[in-house]
């Protein structure tokens, strides 16, 4: 009977050996990892690197085809804060474009981004998101910022053969100040009110045909987005994705007026309260989509856009992308 107690006792005391000898290697493999220098000041800090393909097409009613493509580079620094319910990252791009008439190897800068997002509510069908974004100067371009807020609801039903997902977002944002691209152009009229050119960022850049003394920054420009998309996610494979989604996008620029007279650029008001008058611009655009999860750390996408037709002028746009998470 004793013999039985001392070998139970000394199973008892080998198994608690172990246990305790499993946990300390667990403890000394958690303290050895590697931690990133970001991390030794913010905690919650990470960098992730991503490389982009864009093909641009656009068939003119001509029958002319053109084509756009270029590599595109995106590093991501960044961390979270308060619970992590603050997002704030730095990103930088840089652009390779080397399509016909492009020069061979050329790099570009796509600037640096301060983004900002605040989670104030989410769960597993809602989301509220508040975000400030801030595009830092670059190639001779202003400070530009946007902000704006990101309401987010999805619903998935589980089958025995995957998951399906529905979703429904709602975006809304003011540009503190004008962002220079092809879609932010407004109406220019000159002094007697006569249309003049569309000039890109007319009412706060003046490229065309002079630099005004002075622009008018009081009269922003706001957009407004909605999607809806439906995507499905087989069982059959583990991390993959496909789905579809469609955009409405509204945007809503000041109409500015040039005074040639005086070389001013001013916005244009009326009614009774003499508020701004806007330009209204609607787009629409089906987006074509397909996710693979390699690995933790890895992730490949490509997104097929068809957008809608502009003065007879068909585009289609295609997107590869492969994500890695650094740290």
């Known amino acids: 009977m004793r013999k039985v107690k001392a070998t139970v006792l000394a199973s008892t005391l080998l198994l608690g050996a172990n246990l305790a000898a499993q946990d300390l290697a667990a403890t000394q493999v958690a303290a050895t990892k590697e931690v990133a220098p970001l991390q030794t000041v913010f905690p919650n800090a990470y960098g992730k690197f991503n490389l982009r393909h864009y093909q641009v097409r656009e068939l003119a009613k001509s029958g002319d085809l053109k084509s756009s493509p270029f590599f595109q580079g995106r590093l991501t620094l960044g961390s979270k804060f308060f619970q992590k319910a603050l997002d704030s990252r730095f990103v930088f791009?840089?652009?390779n474009?080397?399509?016909?008439?492009?020069?061979?190897?050329?790099?570009?800068?796509r600037g640096t981004r301060w983004e900002n997002e605040y989670t104030v509510f989410s769960?597993?069908?809602?989301e509220v998101i508040?975000?400030?974004?801030?595009?830092?100067?670059?190639?001779?371009?202003?400070f530009n910022s946007?902000?704006?807020?990101?309401?987010?609801?999805?619903?998935?039903?589980?089958t025995p053969v995957g998951t399906l997902k529905l979703e429904a977002t709602y975006e809304g944002e003011t540009a503190l100040a004008s962002r220079t691209s092809e879609d932010d152009q407004v109406a220019l009229r000159d002094r007697n009110?006569?249309?003049?050119?569309?000039?890109?960022?007319?009412g706060f850049t003046l490229t065309s045909p002079e630099e005004a003394d002075k622009v008018d920054p009081a009269a922003r420009k706001f957009a407004q987005e909605l999607t809806s998309a439906l995507s499905y996610a087989p069982s059959v494979v583990s991390g993959l994705s496909v789905g579809a989604r469609t955009y409405w996008?509204?945007?809503?620029?000041?109409?500015?007026?040039l005074d040639e007279q005086n070389n001013v650029v001013t916005k244009t008001t009326g009614g009774s309260f003499d508020r701004v008058a806007y330009t209204r611009n609607f787009k629409l655009k089906h987006e074509f989509f397909a996710e693979y999860?390699?690995?933790?750390?890895?992730?490949?996408e490509n997104s097929f856009y068809v957008k809608e037709a502009v003065k007879d002028t068909h585009a289609w746009e295609n997107v590869l992308s492969l994500t890695s998470n650094l740290f």
Do not use: C, H, W
């Not at 946007?146 to 589980?158: C, E, P, Q």
């Open 249 to 257: 996008t509204t945007s809503f620029a000041p109409i500015m007026q």
């Open 146 to 158: 946007d902000l704006g807020t990101y309401l987010g609801a999805n619903y998935k039903v589980n």
């Open 293 to 300: 999860k390699i690995t933790d750390t890895l992730k490949l």
């Open 130 to 142: 508040p975000y400030f974004y801030a595009y830092l100067p670059y190639a001779g371009k202003g």
């Open 123 to 126: 769960n597993d069908n809602f």
């Open 97 to 109: 474009k080397y399509g016909e008439g492009e020069k061979p190897n050329l790099v570009t800068d």
């Open 193 to 202: 009110g006569n249309p003049g050119k569309r000039e890109k960022n007319a």
């Open 93 to 95: 791009g840089a652009n």
